[in-house]
């Protein structure tokens, strides 16, 4: 059962310009997370998706970023019009169930990240 | 992939009691971290110890690292209901690894 997988490992961006953030779950999981961690720092919560639907994007900036967990193919998070403090680790996490019904529904496996550079 | 390994899995204590999580991990790190998730919400950032530090506090949460071990505690001092929480390490080297994670409930 292959981990929960990221790609690409590395973005480099231009400012301006979009950036496509893949993340997909292990075989199973239908409940995405995404997070994002600045240098020397923690990770930050930005949304919590299920197939389909938002969850919950409290951590989410109000512009250009958005995200998606279609009912086929990985989570995306896209970010439009890049800046320089965009640059950061973005990780996603997956797990198999969520509230009320699992028990172990705090159990999230997460990805090895995408690092972004804003150029 | 899941790297750091906490222990216990499952922790049950009363409420005003002590709870202590330890996490163990395999490579060299620049630092630690510890993250609380409550139930169906995303993870939260509790405290970040550098691999040069020992020992950190921050209000009833207290965090020790020992690199010679491998190893880290998080303790919680007078628990509250309101800890009844998932509770995880991360490791950030080359990359930032998680352990599974160790379930903590509170009885008030």
């Known amino acids: 059962n292959a981990g929960v997988m990221q790609n690409p490992r590395h973005l480099v961006r231009r400012r301006g310009q979009e950036a496509r953030l893949r993340c997909s779950p292990m075989k199973g999981h239908s409940h995405v997370y995404w997070y994002r961690q600045l240098p020397e720092e923690g990770l930050k919560f930005m949304v919590y998706l299920q197939k389909e639907n938002i969850i919950d994007e409290s951590g989410m900036p109000k512009e250009r970023f958005s995200a998606e967990f279609p009912k086929e193919g990985p989570s995306i998070l896209r970010i439009q019009q890049v800046v320089r403090g965009d640059s950061a680790a973005y990780f996603c996490?997956?797990?198999?169930?969520?509230?009320?019904?699992?028990?172990?529904?705090?159990?999230?496996?997460f990805g090895p990240g995408t690092r972004l550079t804003v150029l | 992939s899941q790297q750091g390994e906490e222990d216990p899995q499952a922790l049950s204590i009363q409420e005003g009691e002590n709870a202590t999580m330890n996490c163990s991990y395999k490579t060299s790190i620049n630092n630690l971290q510890w993250y609380r998730q409550n139930s169906g919400r995303g993870l939260v950032h509790l405290i970040l110890?550098?691999?040069?530090?020992r020992e950190k506090h921050s209000g009833r949460l207290r965090v020790t690292l020992d690199t010679s071990k491998k190893s880290s505690s998080l303790l919680i001092t007078a628990s509250r209901a309101a800890d009844t929480a998932s509770y995880f390490c991360a490791t950030v080297g080359n990359d930032m690894r998680f352990g599974a994670g160790t379930r903590l409930t509170v009885k008030p």
């Open positions: 110890i550098r691999s040069n530090e």
């Open positions: 996490a997956s797990s198999p169930q969520g509230p009320p019904l699992s028990r172990i529904t705090d159990t999230q496996y």
